[in-house]
Nanobody, 123 residues
Framework: QVQLVESGGGLVQAGGSLRLSCAAS????????MGWFRQAPGKEREFVAA????????FYPDSVKGRFTISRDNAKNTVTLQMNSLKPEDTAVYYC????????????????WGQGTQVTVSS
């Protein structure tokens, strides 16, 4: 079992940057693919980024490709989402998630979820 705790959210102006971190408990962090999702009010939770167990494979949807970067440090049990050139439409609660798959972008394939961190981008 994995427990996930996100941090780093906040309020930023459009064009700015934020760095989200997710700390995972347990000694088996490297066995999990990791992902970031977000959910805006009244919308479904959507995929933002995914990284494979070893960190050599990443995926992004077109909406964030080139602006967001996911990375992980298996020695420190952390996964990070660097968000640059933020837009008001990036405003949402951001969730970190863990999956037993090698790498996956589908929300339903993630088993463990953090509590979320709010990101607000003002125009």
């Amino acid at each position: 079992q994995v427990q996930l705790v996100e941090s780093g959210g906040g309020l930023v102006q459009a064009g700015g940057s934020l760095r989200l971190s997710c700390a995972a408990s347990g000694r088996t962090f490297s066995r999990y693919a990791m992902g970031w999702f977000r959910q805006a009010p009244g919308k479904e939770r959507e995929f933002v980024a995914a990284i494979s167990r070893s960190g050599d494979i990443t995926f992004y949807p077109d909406s964030v490709k080139g602006r967001f970067t996911i990375s992980r440090d298996n020695a420190k049990n952390t996964v990070t989402l660097q968000m640059n050139s933020l837009k008001p439409e990036d405003t949402a609660v951001y969730y970190c998630a863990a999956s037993t798959w090698e790498v996956v972008t589908t929300r339903d394939e993630y088993t463990y979820w953090g509590q979320g961190t709010q990101v607000t981008v003002s125009s």
